[in-house]
Structures are given as structure tokens and as C-alpha cells.
């Protein structure tokens, strides 16, 4: 039991991921890449790889540095890694933005943004995947919220490894036909590895610690919660492995994502079940902002969940696939990442400036940081922006989804200002502000504890 | 082959006892290349850390009935650290009854946290607190190794409470 301390870079991956979640609302706000382009041109995936890697991959990643520690009692494998992971990760980011932009025929150069790219996001990814995979493996037996970890961390490297095939292949670099036979139909895999596995079914299972530790309910480890795990292990799976199976020896590849989606919904509604629970058996009554705000984000969850059943029984999943992505992605995990961010950049503030100051010298509460009826308002138009924006895309309405995207856009950028006053303990009564011996905090980097 | 002392600590925690010195004893009474083979009423995770500092490998099996088995065998690899020790308690011997004993069970995190180290603050040097919190406190951990405290904590058999035992300036030098 020798305890957690701060994980120094978290911050900085933060920043990072908020950054790419402007830059990508701020391209769908001017009409970037779908739906006033097709949804698989250059444009849109500079879109989606920017909001899935540059905001959701490294929120994910940052958060994770953080909470596996939490989740299992133990120290960061390397609290010196995270740094050159997050600086491969960003120049693969801009190396794959760079690949597309030259494979849509929109800067001409010779292709070489793909090849770059596959180095710097494995050499990146890898270096994440040691570090928490370390830190896991050190303290097994895993309690169930790291099990859903652990499933996400193959889950991405799987995606990841999809990817890198998509960009050698298209890079000119692989020739080998089942690799470009996976080029060519595994575009499915690769999101579901990657928004599926990797951020919500460890966003999942974070959940389960987060949501129990802030309304201060009771830990689930029932049956129903374990049965919910393998359902969604064995759904993905059966989607990555038996997919890319089925790609290479010419097996119909639907009937294999049939098989998965449904063991999926299993294990979408058994956690939908647990974290019903959760909220009712709560022992605080008045939960606070984040807590209030991640119900939306798992409303948006359910609602993409149902949508896509029904879809799949009107046969019209293909034509009406758009909206349920920008649901899951923009409603599901966005909402859910804001949320916790508004709960996590606080507590960890306040962590690193007033815990050595505890029992010394008056200090202000957690939620002395934050003025959450300013942020709420943000929140919501957040929220009700981003559902809106799902309705114009499935009446396919490209100006009314460019509005929202817009209030989506000042939305975040309201947000982002509130984590700004956090972190500079701008809303903390000055009179406890800073007590003498305190630091005021690094804006993108946490002094880590001495031990 | 390693050989297993058995310690059964199954009668103790039934009678609602603390089994930690016993095991302790045991282990520090064992052998070069003895192994300790312990049974208990429910999973003993938090002695899982503590034995694995000490450089034990653990295998841990559930019994009929609920009960557990865990075999501790000497690791081969080089393990502890200074570190390790303060962790664990510091030392091995028994500590004094607690002075001040508080029910943080049912407060928001990170406020059982904030009042521990209230209460440490204003205890003497020696004194031993005693806690019941819902969850280990991990982010207490550091700040009471940088203030130069030792501690010894589990979980209950209830397996929902964890109690922890702080003894002020009982661990090593405080970090500057």
C-alpha cells in the first residue's frame, strides 16, 4: 500500500486534448469535412482522427496515467515516460493530418506523412501501453474497474495496429494482400477498436470507481457486473479478432459484427443497469456538477445504443451511421470526458496546492475551486448543442449542424475557461487562497509530492 | 521446494480480531527459503501489498466456503527498498492502543483525508490514531510519508471498511 501521487504530465495531456477539441468543433463549425463532405474523404478523417486521438485518445491517456494508479493502489510504473509518449503522439497526430491532407490531393508532396505517422503513433502508443500495462501487471490480482482498463489498453492496440496497416498500405509502404484486404474493409474494426474498446469500455469502467467514490456509493462487484464485463470483452473480440478473420479468408464480415453488436448491447445494458443502481444507492443526495452532467453524457450512451438497434432492424444502420458516431463520440465521450475534467482538474489542484498544507493552515475545499452555477449553464448548452447537432445530421441538414457545432464550440471554449480559473484558483476566497508555504500551480504540469 | 508454515488466522478474524501482528511474527520467524502458508476468512489484498514488499510472491486460492488460501513464497527477484518500510508500518512490533479513533465512512472524498491530517497534527509524537474510511486512502499515503508518519491499514472482514492506524513521527525522516 504505498500510495498514489500526482501524475505529473496529466495536465499537459489535458491541455493537449482540449486543443484538438477546439480545432476539431472549429472545423465542423466552418463546414470541414462531412457532411458537406463524404464521410470518408480526407477532410472527414482529418476530422475524426483529430477529435478521436487528439482529443479523446489523449484525454483518455492523460486521465489513465492518473487513475490506473488509483484503481489499483499502486505508483505509475514511470512518471517519466508520459512526456515522450505525449510529444510522439502529437507529432503523429500532425503526421497523419499531414497523410490525409496528401491523400485527398490537397497538399502535394510525396506521401510521406502516412509512413511518419505510423512510427510516432506506435512509438507513442507504446510507450503508454508499457507504462500502464506495467503499473497493471504489478498488481494483480486486478480488481474489476482495471479489468475493463486492461481490455481497453488490447483494445487499442489493436486499433492501433489497424491503423498502422491503413497507413502503410496507403502509404505505398505494405503491399501484402490480406493487409490491403484489411485496408480496404476494415475501417469498422478499426472504430470500434478505437471508440468501442479503447474509450468506452475503459471509460466504463473508470466509471464504475468514479461515479461510486463521488456520490459515495457502493462499490459494484456483483455478477451482474462481471457478466457485463466478459459480454463486452467477448464483443470485442469477436469484432476485432473474428473480423479480421473473416476479412482475410473471405468470411461474411456482417454476420461477425451482427454477433458482436449484440453481445455489445448485452453489455451495454447490464452497465446501464449497474449505474442506475449507482445513482439510487448513493448515500449524498445532492451530487455535484460532474456527477450531475455524466447522467446526460450516459443518457447520450443509451439513446445511441437504442438508435442503433433500431436502425440495424430497419436495415438502415449504413445510411444513418453518421449521427450515432457523433453521438457516441460528442455526446457519449466528450460529455462524459468534460464532465469528469470539471471534477478531476479540481481535485487535483487542489491536491497538489493544499495537500501539504492540511491540518497546518486554514485551506478551502475541493469545491471551493469551482463555481458550478457558472459552469452549468455551459454544460447544458454543451449538451443540448450536441444533441441538436445529432438531429440536423440525421435529417442531414449541413447548415443547422454547422450552428450547433458553433454553440458547441463557444460551449467548450466556456468550459476550457472554467478549467483555466480552476487551475489559477481564481474563484478560491483570497483570504485561504494561498496560505504561506503554497504555490500557486503550474498551469499545464503538476509539481509531483516528494516521498 | 519450498516449505509452508501454516498460520490459520480464520478463528481471529472470526472473533472480530486484528491478525496482523500474528502473521507478521510468523513471517519474521521464518527460515531462509520458508514459505508462509495463510488462511483467512476473506481475500487478504492490502497483506498481499504489504508481504510483497517484503519480497514475497503470493498465490492466492478460494476454499470452500469462502474462505481463502494464500501461499507466500520468497520472491527471487531483488525487491524491497527502503521505501517499502516506512510503508508497511516501520516496524514489525506492536503499537500502542490508539489515542483518538474516527468514523470517516461517510464522508465525501477527499474530506476523511482532510481531517486525519487535522487530527495528526495536533497529536504527539508516538500517539496512534485510529480511522474507518470506505476505501484505502491512497492520496493519504504520501502526504503522511512526507510528514514522517508510519502506517498499518486493511480492510475489515467486512471487506467494505478500511481501517487504517497512524503513528505520529514513526516513520522515517519527513521529505523536506
Request: hydrophobic share 55%; net charge positive.
Amino acid at each position: 500500500m504505498p500510495g498514489v501521487t500526482l501524475s505529473r504530465w496529466t495536465m499537459s495531456y489535458f491541455a493537449t486534448a482540449l486543443v484538438s477539441l477546439i480545432i476539431a468543433e472549429l472545423l465542423m463549425t466552418v463546414g470541414y469535412g462531412y457532411p458537406n463532405a463524404p464521410i470518408r474523404s480526407a477532410e472527414s478523417l482529418v476530422l475524426v482522427h483529430l477529435t478521436a486521438l487528439g482529443w479523446l485518445s489523449l484525454l483518455m491517456c492523460g486521465a489513465l496515467h492518473q487513475f490506473v494508479p488509483v484503481l489499483v493502489a499502486r505508483p505509475l510504473h514511470s512518471d517519466v515516460l508520459p512526456l515522450p509518449a505525449l510529444a510522439c503522439l502529437v507529432a503523429g497526430l500532425a503526421a497523419l493530418v499531414l497523410g490525409f491532407l496528401q491523400m485527398g490531393g490537397l497538399l502535394s508532396a510525396e506521401m510521406i506523412g502516412f509512413p511518419v505517422a505510423a512510427v510516432l503513433l506506435a512509438v507513442g502508443f507504446a510507450l503508454v501501453l508499457w507504462n500502464l500495462a506495467r503499473t497493471l501487471w504489478a498488481a494483480r490480482p486486478l480488481p474489476l474497474p482495471a479489468r475493463f482498463v486492461a481490455i481497453g489498453l488490447c483494445s487499442i492496440a489493436a486499433t492501433v495496429t489497424l491503423g498502422i496497416i491503413f497507413a502503410l498500405v496507403l502509404g505505398g509502404v505494405a503491399v501484402n494482400p490480406h493487409l490491403v484486404d484489411i485496408t480496404a474493409e476494415g475501417v469498422p474494426l478499426h472504430a470500434i477498436g478505437g471508440l468501442g474498446g479503447w474509450l468506452t469500455f475503459t471509460a466504463m469502467g473508470v466509471s464504475y470507481r468514479l461515479l461510486a467514490m463521488f456520490m459515495l456509493a457502493p462499490e459494484l462487484d456483483g455478477p451482474r457486473t462481471h457478466i457485463g464485463f466478459y459480454c463486452g470483452a467477448a464483443a470485442l473480440a469477436v469484432a476485432i479478432v473474428g473480423g479480421v478473420t473473416a476479412i482475410c479468408i473471405g468470411a461474411s464480415l456482417p454476420v461477425i459484427l451482427g454477433a458482436s453488436g449484440l453481445l455489445g448491447l448485452c453489455a451495454l445494458v447490464l452497465y446501464g443497469a449497474d449505474i442506475l443502481r449507482l445513482y439510487r444507492a448513493r448515500k449524498r443526495r445532492v451530487i455535484e456538477l460532474n456527477s450531475r452532467m455524466a447522467a446526460f453524457a450516459l443518457a447520450s450512451l443509451a439513446a445511441a445504443a437504442v438508435a442503433t438497434a433500431v436502425f440495424v432492424s430497419l436495415g438502415a444502420l449504413a445510411r444513418h451511421i453518421a449521427p450515432v458516431v457523433f453521438l457516441v463520440v460528442f455526446g457519449w465521450l466528450s460529455g462524459l470526458g468534460l464532465a469528469k475534467l470539471y471534477k478531476i482538474v479540481a481535485f487535483l489542484t487542489w491536491l497538489e496546492c493544499y495537500g501539504p498544507m492540511l491540518g497546518k493552515a486554514p485551506t478551502p475545499r475541493v469545491q471551493d475551486l469551482v463555481v458550478e452555477a457558472r459552469a452549468v449553464r455551459w454544460f447544458v448548452l454543451y449538451f443540448l448543442a450536441t444533441w441538436a447537432a445529432t438531429v440536423a445530421l440525421f435529417f442531414q441538414n449541413p447548415t443547422a449542424f454547422q450552428v450547433c457545432t458553433g454553440l458547441m464550440l463557444i460551449a467548450s471554449l466556456c468550459i476550457i475557461g472554467q478549467l483555466g480559473r480552476i487551475r489559477r484558483l481564481l474563484d478560491v476566497n483570497p483570504t485561504m487562497r494561498l496560505p504561506t508555504g503554497a504555490r500557486l500551480p503550474q498551469l499545464l504540469r503538476c509539481s509531483v509530492q516528494q516521498r | 521446494m519450498t516449505r509452508f508454515v501454516d498460520v490459520d488466522v480464520r478463528p481471529i478474524l472470526r472473533a472480530g480480531g486484528e491478525p496482523f501482528d500474528k502473521i507478521m511474527e510468523a513471517v519474521n520467524a521464518l527460515q531462509p527459503g520458508e514459505g508462509l502458508r495463510l488462511f483467512a476468512t476473506f481475500k487478504p489484498t492490502p497483506l498481499l501489498h504489504v508481504l510483497g514488499a517484503k519480497g514475497f510472491e503470493h498465490e492466492a486460492r478460494a476454499l470452500d466456503g469462502g474462505d481463502w488460501e494464500v501461499l507466500f513464497s520468497p520472491s527471487t527477484a531483488q525487491r524491497p527498498d527502503a521505501a517499502t518500510d516506512t510503508l508497511a508500518g516501520g516496524d514489525d512490533t506492536p503499537w500502542p492502543e490508539p489515542r483518538q479513533h474516527m468514523d470517516n465512512r461517510d464522508l465525501d472524498p477527499p474530506e476523511p483525508m482532510v481531517r486525519i491530517l487535522v487530527v495528526t497534527e495536533k497529536m504527539a509524537p508516538g500517539d496512534v490514531l485510529s480511522a474507518l474510511l470506505c476505501r484505502e486512502p491512497i492520496f493519504l499515503f504520501p502526504e503522511l510519508a512526507k510528514r514522517g508518519h508510519a502506517w498499518r491499514g486493511g480492510f475489515e472482514p467486512d471487506g467494505v471498511t478500511y481501517k487504517v492506524l497512524i503513528r505520529v513521527g514513526a516513520g522515517r525522516e519527513p521529505a523536506k
